[in-house]
């Protein structure tokens, strides 16, 4: 073995595959999107090239900045859900009755696809027929809001079942975090008389720590470039209330046909997430990581 | 101990048995495959949009075709692949973009064509028309699918929209069949007052709130107005258009549509017409079977429903009630890249013209193709559309299919918007305006 690992040739032999298979799949397309970008193109007919034209059009394109700040606003939601989140971990953790059951029923919707999900959704939220609005007319509300076309409720009315989608996989990765800390510790901190706000504050947030800082990327990023869900059940609408970066992406290069455009907006959106990584990096690696 | 270690043990001998069993399978069905190559099968790629479940009638009638061709041309095998309308829709623009398009597929006309045609995905079938089918097809319908003198699709339907009503909600409330503008706001009225939703529309995708839009524009500015538009001759903001918009939003605030309608699908608002809890719904008669022929539609709903032509507004420039909104809906192409080019427009023609004789007596739909309807057995309604069409004095293509994409998309959104109240008549008159001046420059 250490020879394998000494002979440099046979490192670079083992890595190739990987390797090439990544920059085929992601890194070369992601250079050429930014080079589409600079391109006047329908999809199918001839390419012309337009220099920086579509970029500077899309700093100037409210409607990709309201779509941005749509797509913001959903990583602001689901960074503080991870909040909630890992309250229900720290008390599944805590050896409590039916804790098993309940982990099964948050994992649930992680089961379903995002389709069965949104298809789901769209019935509950029917203006007429739907569920939620039976029950609101029943306790006697009359005008019940009109979940999915009202512009200025629709991006809520949407968030909810995407928090409730990924419920199930940031509690089980806190739940998994929470079980790595050692027993010890904390057998020998209530010993010394602290109490469980205390161990809980005290031991095992520091300690899952780093968990959390990674969950937070993935939450944020994820929202950034969220599609499924909003696609399927407003498709970004009505009239864009509803549209968030990648819709508007998909809405430009396959509904219009800019696909120039389109590979504008979609470099752009690989730079705004770029730099949200950058910069929560850069915000929760001031401390040393804990250790006991 | 032992048992505990069984478990995973059984489950590593299923995987493994079902592996070897898979792969025991597998080369079987190569092996046919190969087989039915070195006979000198030929494999047809065909999509189309007509799925067991939603356009049952349509797809019996084109598996039977297909059927048919493949017993009459043993060295040929058609493969098929279906999807609904909008994913059909939205498959097909990214099959185009990497150059993946089936041998023969279905594509809408005009705005809906140009750019395939300009990224020469299509090919030009006169020659096939020529050959099989030259006087077929109801004189204008074919040429929606024309650019530059070449003919790129061979058309299958023939759309035009009516009003269709729940006979038995009307009699309850001893409504007439309206012939004015007048008259259909007080059926509106009365059965509101009833609390019954007078009209489903689902604007999700804008295309079903456009239909209201486009009778009015006719019937309040001409026939020829939105067509005109599209042609440059006339301005997307002239008054006409904007009276029409304003009377949408008048039907708004009348309460005339189902609450919430620009977030429900065009399915979803048919829901509320196919429950009896909406008692009219403005479409195309695509629908037609749903009415007639469906087998999984009740007899007794199809016994209550009827149709009229959409009223007449006073005062109006379109005073002619037998002009439609409609247009030619689904035709057949060929990609210009298949490696099957010959055949698959041979089988695409034999497609056309059977489906002109079977779609009239099977599904109830109208093809685009001439019917002769002597000695057929046909659900009544269908004969008096028939007859309608004959005496039609003019059919405006939908706006959105005449309209480039960008435009069409533009105006869905914007449809979407007046129906929600979220912009004022003008606004929408303007957007658009300043869209359609842009492309013109």
Redesign the interface.
């Known amino acids: 073995m250490k020879a394998v690992m000494s002979n440099k040739s046979a490192i670079a032999l083992y890595v190739l595959p990987a390797l090439l298979l990544i920059l085929i799949i992601i890194y070369i397309p992601l250079v050429l999107t930014g080079y589409y970008g600079m391109m006047d193109w329908?999809?199918?007919?001839p390419m012309k090239f337009i220099g920086l034209d579509n970029y500077n059009k899309l700093i100037h394109d409210s409607m990709f900045w309201k779509s941005t700040y749509h797509s913001v606003l959903l990583g602001i939601c689901s960074t503080f859900s991870l909040l909630i989140y890992l309250a229900v971990s720290m008390v599944l953790a805590s050896r409590i009755k039916g804790a098993n059951l309940f982990r099964k029923i948050y994992l649930i919707p992680m089961l379903l696809s995002s389709v069965a999900i949104a298809q789901l959704w769209?019935k509950i939220?029917?203006?007429?027929?739907g569920m939620l609005n039976h029950l609101l007319t029943s306790i006697g509300i009359q005008n019940p809001p009109?979940?999915?076309?009202?512009?200025n409720i629709?991006l809520f009315a949407i968030f909810v079942p995407i928090v409730w989608q990924y419920a199930g996989f940031y509690i089980i990765i806190y739940y998994a975090a929470l079980k790595n800390v050692s027993e010890e510790v904390i057998e020998a901190a209530t010993i010394d008389g602290a109490t469980p706000w205390q161990v809980a504050s005290r031991i095992k947030l520091p300690l899952i720590s780093p968990v959390f800082k990674v969950t937070i990327i993935l939450a944020l990023v994820g929202s950034l470039k969220y599609f499924d869900l909003i696609f399927v059940m407003?498709?970004g609408?009505?009239?864009?209330?509803s549209e968030v970066m990648a819709s508007y992406m998909y809405?430009e290069a396959?509904?219009?046909?800019?696909?120039g455009y389109g590979s504008a907006v979609g470099f752009a959106l690989l730079l705004i997430c770029l730099l949200m990584t950058w910069l929560i990096r850069k915000l929760t690696t001031s401390g040393e990581d804990v250790q006991y | 101990m032992n048992k505990k270690k069984a478990l995973p043990i059984i489950v590593v001998l299923v995987v493994m048995l079902s592996l070897a069993l898979s792969g025991c399978t597998s080369p079987d069905n190569s092996a046919s495959g190969s087989q039915g190559a070195s006979n000198g099968q030929t494999v047809i790629k065909f999509m189309h949009l007509w799925p067991e479940g939603s356009s049952n009638a349509q797809y019996t009638i084109v598996n039977k075709i297909i059927q048919d061709y493949e017993k009459q041309h043993p060295d040929i095998k058609i493969q098929t692949e279906i999807l609904g309308n909008d994913q059909y829709r939205?498959k097909l623009?990214?099959l185009?973009?990497s150059?993946e398009l089936p041998d023969v597929g279905m594509t809408w006309s005009d705005g809906f064509l140009k750019?395939?045609v300009?990224?020469?995905?299509f090919t030009p079938l006169d020659d096939v028309i020529d050959a099989n089918l030259k006087d077929n097809f109801i004189p204008g319908v074919k040429e929606s699918y024309a650019i530059d003198g070449k003919t790129y699709g061979m058309p299958l339907e023939l759309n035009i929209s009516y009003i269709f009503y729940n006979k038995e909600l009307f009699k309850k409330y001893n409504l007439q069949v309206p012939k004015t503008y007048s008259e259909f706001k007080n059926i509106v009225k009365t059965l509101n007052d009833n609390g019954v939703?007078p009209a489903a529309v689902g604007?999700?995708?804008?295309w079903p709130g456009s239909f209201w839009f486009m009778y009015l524009a006719d019937r309040i500015g001409g026939p020829t107005l939105l067509t005109d538009v599209i042609h440059g001759k006339r301005s997307f903001d002239d008054p006409a258009i904007v009276k029409a918009a304003e009377e949408v939003q008048s039907l708004v605030d009348m309460n005339t549509f189902?609450?919430?309608?620009?977030?429900?699908s065009n399915d979803?608002a048919k829901?509320?017409f196919m429950n009896e809890?909406a008692a009219m719904f403005l479409t195309a008669t695509w629908e037609l079977p749903n009415y007639t022929t469906s087998p999984d539609v009740p007899q007794a709903f199809k016994d209550k429903i009827g149709y009229f032509k959409f009223p007449l507004y006073e005062g109006g420039k379109g005073t002619d009630i037998n002009s439609y909104v409609g247009g030619p809906g689904v035709g057949l192409f060929v990609a210009e890249n298949s490696e099957v080019k010959e055949q698959a427009k041979d089988f695409a023609a034999f497609l056309v013209k059977e489906w002109g004789d079977k779609s009239v007596t099977d599904a109830g739909v109208i093809p685009a193709t001439k019917v002769d309807t002597a000695g057929k057995k046909l659900d009544p309604m269908y004969v008096e559309i028939l007859k309608d069409l004959s005496s039609a004095s003019n059919v405006t293509t939908y706006f959105d299919t005449q309209a480039s994409?960008?435009v069409a998309?533009l105006h869905h959104?914007?449809i979407?918007?007046l129906f929600?109240k979220?912009?004022t008549p003008q606004q929408f008159v303007q957007q658009t305006a300043a869209a359609l001046a842009e492309e013109s420059n």
């Open positions: 329908k999809g199918f007919a769209s939220y029917d203006p007429s027929n009109l979940w999915l076309s009202d512009p629709v407003t498709g609408g009505p009239n864009h209330a809405g396959f509904s219009k046909y800019n696909f | 939205e623009k990214v185009a973009s150059n750019p395939y300009e990224g020469q995905l939703i604007n999700k995708e804008g189902e609450k919430g309608n620009s977030g429900l979803e829901g509320y809890q994409p960008n998309e959104d914007l979407a918007a929600g979220q912009i």
